[in-house]
Nanobody, 124 residues
Framework: QVQLVESGGGLVQAGGSLRLSCAAS????????MGWFRQAPGKEREFVAAISSAGAYTTYSDSVKGRFTISRDNAKTLVNLQMDSLKPEDTAVYYC?????????????????WGQGTQVTVSS
């Protein structure tokens, strides 16, 4: 079992930065890929970024590539999402998720455990 708690969301102006953190509990954290997803009002949940279990591989959605950076610290069981050059269209609830395997995956069904989400609002 893995429990995930996100933090770091808030209100920021366009062009600003936020750093989201996801604190994980559970002994299997270091063997699981981790991902960040987001869901805007009236829209489906979408993939944002993922990182492999050891942190060697990452992947991003086209909409955030070059602006967001995912990282992890297995010793501290933390996953971070550094978000720079934020745009109003980045406004959403952001979710941290733990996959059922160690390789980088983007599909929602591959993720077994989910946090409660943290709100990010970017004003224009």
């Amino acid at each position: 079992q893995v429990q995930l708690v996100e933090s770091g969301g808030g209100l920021v102006q366009a062009g600003g930065s936020l750093r989201l953190s996801c604190a994980a509990s559970g002994r299997t954290f270091s063997s699981r890929a981790m991902g960040w997803f987001r869901q805007a009002p009236g829209k489906e949940r979408e993939f944002v970024a993922a990182i492999s279990s050891a942190g060697a591989y990452t992947t991003y959605s086209d909409s955030v590539k070059g602006r967001f950076t995912i990282s992890r610290d297995n010793a501290k069981t933390l996953v971070n999402l550094q978000m720079d050059s934020l745009k109003p269209e980045d406004t959403a609830v952001y979710y941290c998720a733990a996959a059922n395997l160690g390789g980088v995956v983007t599909a929602i069904p591959s993720y077994t455990y989910w946090g409660q989400g943290t709100q990010v609002t970017v004003s224009s």
